[in-house]
């Protein structure tokens, strides 16, 4: 079968080696991660408001014309006053996106070029959201999908997987073992739509910029926080940003932060040291399970994105957590653990960011995403 050609390819970030998009390469022979390349220049009077979600930053994306945007409606998440410990916050409901969590912005974005790829079969690794994502787009798409999952996802968020067809194959021990898993799979024609190496993901995740950009026009001088494992939607909205800024759109960059979970926090350990690069670390018990990442594949590049523009990654305890938790759907704000975790580091931020107008916390997933019956 003859390669579908497109505009755009991959790049690696190390070497600059160029890859075609229907590879099954999922990073440099160098070992580099990939970028894309080209991405078009942000006009604002190319945003289409006729268009549902994120959908009206199509021509922002790096898409090639011809390829149909696959939707279930993501994107255009609302942003709601809130008052936090006597202080006025803003929350980003991303949990309201169509499979619970941000990651559609990602998966939508990565289907859509699969699917005018011709791709047929893929294969991703998980620790819940990514995957229910995935298998919900490639439901749409008509793609068949594997995942790969630790034991220990979290019931509800394998549910959506098997309600959508997804083939689901669970792996005993740590998270890097279903990468490995997915990794086998790949080595055998299906194609790694990895919601962590894939850079048509963190092309999706950076709508999160856009939209906030439109929310609030101030939004340079706010601080963005962040439940951080592989810092998926944090690079995403910081690459948003960089485009913006390079656009003119901005005059600088907001503030992003980094939350971790204290039983499992490489990313907040390496900034504490003053380190550019991550030591994987053992996964301890934690209710923030969509953050349990040992080793994180970009958390170098999660590290140089907060120290850029002035952030911090904190962890939090368990507790702190839970509180949190509690707290929130006091207020009616029903979202997992791991979304709570974010809300949970505001005090500390609060001390380390004096100069920042106001807060943003991307909440990032549905509160039943954890649900247990009590
Ligand atoms: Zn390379």
Redesign the pocket.
């Known amino acids: 079968m003859c390669a579908i050609m497109s505009v755009h390819r991959l790049v690696?970030?190390?070497?600059?080696?160029g890859y075609p998009l229907d590879t099954r390469e999922w990073r440099?022979?160098?070992?580099?991660l990939f970028d894309l390349e080209p991405w078009p220049r942000l006009d604002p009077a190319r945003i289409d408001p006729t268009q549902p979600g994120l959908w009206r930053y199509r021509a922002w994306l790096p898409l090639d014309a011809g390829w149909e945007p696959l939707t279930l409606g993501e994107g255009n998440t609302p942003l709601i006053p809130a008052v936090w410990d006597g202080q006025p916050v803003w929350f980003k409901l991303e949990s309201l996106s169509p499979t619970g969590s941000f990651k559609d912005r990602g998966a939508a974005v990565l289907m859509t070029a699969l699917r005018g790829l011709d791709i047929g079969r893929v294969v991703e690794d998980s620790s819940g959201n990514a995957g229910a994502s995935l298998a919900a787009y490639t439901a749409r798409a008509g793609i068949k999908c594997e995942i790969c999952v630790p034991s220990t996802a979290a019931g509800p968020k394998i549910a959506q997987m098997v309600a959508h067809g997804a083939e689901v194959v669970q792996i005993k021990g740590k998270r890097e073992y279903a990468a490995l898993a997915a990794w086998a799979a790949a080595a055998h024609g299906a194609y790694y739509a990895s919601h962590v190496y894939h850079p048509y993901f963190l092309a999706g995740t950076a709508t999160f910029s856009y939209e906030l950009w439109e929310q609030r026009r101030e939004v340079e001088t706010m601080a963005l926080v962040f439940p951080v494992g592989n810092g998926t939607l944090l690079l995403g909205a910081y690459r948003g940003f960089q485009r913006l800024l390079q656009a003119g759109l901005i005059s600088h960059m907001p503030t992003l932060c980094g939350v971790q979970a204290a039983a499992c926090a490489p990313i907040a350990q390496a900034f504490d040291r003053g380190r550019s690069t991550i030591e994987p670390v053992a996964v301890g018990e934690t209710v923030a399970s969509g953050i349990a990442i040992g080793q994180p594949v970009r958390g170098a590049e999660v590290l140089a994105a907060v120290r850029a523009t002035g952030g911090a990654v904190v962890r939090v305890e368990e507790e702190e957590i839970n509180i949190a938790h509690r707290r929130l759907a006091a207020q009616g704000f029903f979202v997992e653990e791991t979304a709570a975790a974010a809300v949970a580091a505001l005090p500390r931020l609060r001390e380390r960011l004096a100069s920042v107008s106001s807060m943003v916390i991307a909440l990032t997933g549905h509160g039943l995403k954890t649900y247990r019956a009590l």
């Not at 690696?12 to 080696?17: A, D, K, N, P, W």
């Not at 440099?28 to 580099?32: K, R």
């Open positions: 690696c970030q190390s070497c600059g080696t440099c022979a160098c070992g580099g």
